[in-house]
């Protein structure tokens, strides 16, 4: 399970779609979108990422 970010705090949730503020600094811009980039890869049938 991954560990929730430190710059959670510039997220904005809007129609359960997640984005980051344009006031984030940009260490959490960065780190907002490796996160993201994390949480969307595809898994095959059996939950192993796909590469």
Known sequence: ???MP???KYWIQKNNKFS???KAPDWAKK???EY???VTRERDIKGNYID
């Open 1 to 3: 399970m991954l560990v």
């Open 6 to 8: 430190e710059s959670y």
């Open 20 to 22: 980051i503020s344009d």
């Open 31 to 33: 780190e907002f979108e």
């Open 36 to 38: 993201q980039n994390e």
